[in-house]
């Protein structure tokens, strides 16, 4: 007995701290634990989702995990150059399913709403691209033409582009103070550089930003060292942002946007408000009908449930969990489904004092008869939430995955663990039969 | 002090019977519905999600008085938007729903809706989802869908092996698959019929309240079996003389109580978040209201009556 009181005491005692913690946590942001705030998804705190499949055609399949690292590097420099807080920039595999291997980014920009500015800042890269002029191609009705596709096709490419710069520097002409951009080529751009150079002497080398023909100077020699100048008639500003954008910007691999989510501020705001608000009713309601039907079983399931409700938010915090709209469904269903066990259990119960059995033996048979049907639907749950994460099409579908399974387990502890240690340690005489226990013990309209 | 005294219900078995004994009301019942959600889903179609299909969904809210949805349609189709549609949400906003936008497009949309500079538009949310990764996301949905039942399957039969008179195992799973198509198909067949009234959307949150429902289901199921299961065991250790049909009977009115009350519980969380939750997930606790809500009835009406009906089949061949 003493056991048995000392362990539900300690239940609820780590209930009361872990209840200080999640309280503390939160109120406190600048206190000793407000490292472990709730982390909010974008769709509860705004913020923008961008989407981007990567063009891997042209990489052999074993760079590709380099590839697609590297352009992830890029791409957070760039974030971070925009100035966002937490930003989140990750590689996902996709295309499993069908065997094709589709490589996507995904960028996360919390509290950034103005999407043409992101998209700016992230996809308008800037590509460098050096072609050959065609030997027979006509200048002057290269000059006249205005078909973007009749002009290109004057032009061959080179293995040479912006993915093999070492670094872009902006100096100034001594003589005339004319901005230009000075490139530097790794190992590899140095040697495609001098080949091109030493083969195609005489000829013109056109230089493409952005598909846009921005230089075009004559190979008087080889140039063997990999260093290259444009002076395409920049401003400082503009040579400025060029060199910025070839340092933290040559893409390695080209990405296009396939995908765009932004939630306002205010939206996800009263997202949160709302759905705490329909979690603090949903269970009150669960609460109160628990306590009028099962009477006092059911003010420890209450309890046990105040329990499962501290162990699930701390848990939120210390995985972490990164909150969402669907997710917090997750756990006010879970609220809901939590007390399945519960039901099981004192209904059975009740079933067997009803019987005439003593209240001990009827608490014992409760548990122990309830237990396989709590294990078997338990366990289903369980197996639909690694299949819901293991196959989820979002982070939506992954984040309610994940608290859904979360849920289950440790709802199989308090109610079934935690509620027969509290149970346990009433007091009541386990030998009594009738009376006040099976007023107490029985359930809804029963007397 | 007031001195309790307890009732005692007589085991009535009369009471235990009648839902057994009145089966086939409750089949052509559900019959009934699930035919009526199969019609409703061919006639109107399934209103697929960007997810699911790709395009673009933008919720405005027009800052002062919110204009005609006409003229904001006309607006549009000035601008050159074609296959785009405009639902009022809210006293405020519009959202509108176009194909897949580039960037581009999307600033022309946002500019579309005011007119020129007439009214004042927030842009609340943007979702863009293109269409390669629609169809993605949809073939995802069904392989999960399947692997979902697949798993339930063998987790029963697996979990009911031990069970083989007078019904055996796999029938039991069998008669869950049943059950659980009967729970899916109504709230399909329901969402078919709000999507064409009120735009309710077939999208990954959707599908997620399908499997939920089904996990959930299961385990009404699963409960129901588990006394038939127990019961069968106990009439053999005890030498009961029962028919198949009372232990049935028997084993469910049993867990009635448990049935009803768990699924009121869930319910109950349900409608709080239906009634004062996120926007955002208004529709999907719907769908869970009324899958859970199916999946219930179906436990208690459908799928303890059926194995009684199976083992009826199995008698009638078994004595030509």
Redesign the interface.
Known sequence: MLKVRIGALLIILAGILLGLFVYYSEVHPEGRFGKWAFILGL?LKGGTHL?Y?ADTARVPSGDIESQMESLRQVIERRVNVFGVSEPLVQVEH??I??GSR?ERLIVELPGV?D??SA?AAI?ETPTLEFKLLKIDADMAALQATSDTAQFMQNFEDTPLTGALLKKAVLEFDPNTQIPIVSLQFNDEGKKIFGDITKNNKGRYLGIFLDGALIELPVIRDEIPNGEAQISGGFTPETAKELVRNLNYGALPVPIE????????A??GE???N??V???L???A??SL??IL?YRLPGVIAVLALSIYSIIILTLFKLIPVTLT??G??AF??S???A??AN??IF?RTK?EL?K?KKLGEAMHEGFA?AW??IR??N???M???I??YW????A??KG??LV?FIGVAVSMFTAVTATRLFMYSLGFNLERR???I??LF???F?? | MTSYSVVVFPNKPVNNMQIVKNRKIFYTFSTILVVASIIVTGVFGLNYGIDFEGGSIMDVAYINERPDVELVKSSLTTNGFSGFSVRPSGDKDFIIRTPALTELDRQKLLVSLTAGGKWQVEQKEFNSIGPSLGSELKSKALVSIFAVLLVIILFIAFAFRKVSAPVSSWKYGSIAIACLLHNVILPVGAFALLGHYAGAEIDGLFVTALLVVLGFSVHDNIVVFDRVRENLRLNNEYNRKETFEETVGRSTSQTLTRSINTSLSALLSLFALYFFGSESTKWFSLALIIGIAAGTYSSIFIGSPLLVTVDRWQANSSNK
């Open positions: 769709d989407v499949e996709a295309g399913l069908n589709i709403t999407i043409a998209v996809g946007l396939i995908s765009t989510k932004t939630i306002g205010s939206l009263k997202a949160v709302d759905t608000k329909a979690g009713i949903g269970f309601v669960v009908f628990l039907w709209a669907a917090l469904a006010i269903l609220i809901g489904m007390v399945d039901i099981l209904e079933e009803k005439g008869r396989p049907s078997d639907s366990i289903s749950s197996l639909t939430a299949i819901l196959l989820g099409t979002s939506v579908i309610f995955a859904f009738g009376g006040i099976d007023f029985g359930s809804g029963s007397k």
